[in-house]
């Protein structure tokens, strides 16, 4: 129940108080506890490196805000940067909302680490097996295979069947593609019993049948451990 005042008036509810707004450089663990708390204001200056990675509820960004470094991967919600924003060395926008840039924006990107192009970042329908095999950054070759999808790859590569046997789906292949100076891409190929659909799964290059494959997909060491009823 409401408290009433002895001259007949409710009194006013506390509010939280909003951080005071300051000019001066703010540590980057403040700055990320205030922007997660949608308390940031407009012009905030951050030292150093801001990491909001894995925000899942961050829709925006305060405006001019300034930091050296800024982390934003899977920040699924975050689908623009804001307006007036000033990143004195790269973003990090792995698995982020963001689908595009306005041309020329002049930031330096990364994708898990790894500078990128605004093709590699945005347009990955663009990217072909090919330009992958003749990529000779191993990093960026692996950045690539992921913007294309295993399956994509596959389809458009090719590759080396090591062995194949068959489950409740129908026959299923492990699948390898060699590289020269990288380890093998390794990809277990199986189709689900119950849509039909198949499926390409990355598996350890070390792999050696289909069986092994699934078992280490399902958790298992030891294959010898792995005896399911129905394999999907």
């Not at 409740?168 to 492990?174: D, F, K, M």
């Not at 390409?200 to 060491?221: E, K, N, S």
Request: charge should be negative; hydrophobic fraction near 40%; charged fraction near 20%.
């Amino acid at each position: 129940m409401l408290k009433i005042m002895s001259n007949g008036r409710v009194p006013n509810r506390p509010v939280k108080q909003r951080p005071q707004q300051s000019h001066e450089p703010i540590t980057a663990e403040h700055a990320r506890k205030l922007i997660l708390e949608h308390r940031a204001w407009d012009g905030m200056r951050v030292l150093g490196h801001l990491d909001l990675s894995g925000a899942l509820e961050l829709y925006n960004l305060p405006e001019n805000l300034t930091c050296e470094s800024l982390d934003i991967s899977d920040c699924v919600k975050l689908t623009t940067l804001a307006k007036g924003l000033h990143v004195t060395h790269w973003i990090e926008l792995a698995g982020s909302g963001i689908t595009s840039l306005p041309e020329g924006h002049g930031f330096v990107l990364c994708w898990r680490g790894v500078q990128v192009n605004d093709a590699i970042a945005f347009a990955s329908d663009s990217i072909t097996g090919q330009d992958i095999l003749n990529t000779d950054n191993v990093e960026l070759r692996r950045i690539l295979i992921e913007r294309l999808g295993y399956e994509r790859f596959l389809q458009q590569v090719g590759g080396l069947v090591r062995h194949r046997d068959r489950d409740a789906g129908g026959e299923r292949q492990l699948i390898c593609i060699p590289f020269e100076d990288d380890e093998p891409f390794m990809v277990l190929k199986v189709s689900c019993p119950s849509t039909g659909h198949t499926h390409i799964l990355r598996v350890p290059p070390y792999m050696q049948t289909c069986h092994q494959a699934a078992a280490w997909i399902a958790g298992f060491d030891n294959p010898d451990d792995y005896n399911p009823a129905i394999e999907a």
